[in-house]
């Protein structure tokens, strides 16, 4: 089960994020933010330090997956930068998948849309409608 989508744009601001179970702690507008702009640095950190070749892209060496006891964080990065993150169940191994189908429906239903501008808040019922559909299918 897919318990929260956050999607952070390439500077590390927080465009969007859902949650579809109670099971997660509720978080404040600004503690959201926090934890948008917390894990985008961590992650720029992590890519710098990984001891990956030096010919591969930086994007692939940041943080993919963390598991806790509890749950299981993924972060899918696009080639521009944008990060989709879930946190789910830690049987829930298809979490890619899940991500890459959340990237096609945002570069359908923002991206497309010509009132959308780059970088703000993603404010689209369809875009809602379409997220949610995609995660209770997984």
Do not use: W
Request: proline share 3%; aromatic share 10%; glycine share 6%.
């Amino acid at each position: 089960m897919i318990h929260s989508v956050f999607i952070i744009n390439r500077s590390g601001g927080l465009i969007y994020n859902k949650n579809y179970t109670q099971q997660v702690a509720q978080f404040s507008s600004n503690e959201a933010l926090i934890f948008a702009g917390t894990f985008h640095g961590i992650h720029a950190l992590a890519s710098r330090i990984s001891p990956a070749l030096k010919g591969s892209a930086t994007r692939d060496l940041g943080i993919q997956t963390i598991d806790t006891k509890g749950f299981r964080l993924h972060c899918f990065q696009t080639p521009t930068g944008i990060k989709f993150i879930a946190v789910a169940d830690l049987l829930h191994t298809s979490l890619v998948d899940v991500l890459s189908k959340a990237y096609r429906l945002y570069c359908d239903y923002a991206l497309k849309n010509p009132f959308y501008n780059l970088e703000m808040p993603i404010r689209s019922d369809m875009f809602d409608t379409m997220l949610l559909q995609l995660v209770q299918e997984n």
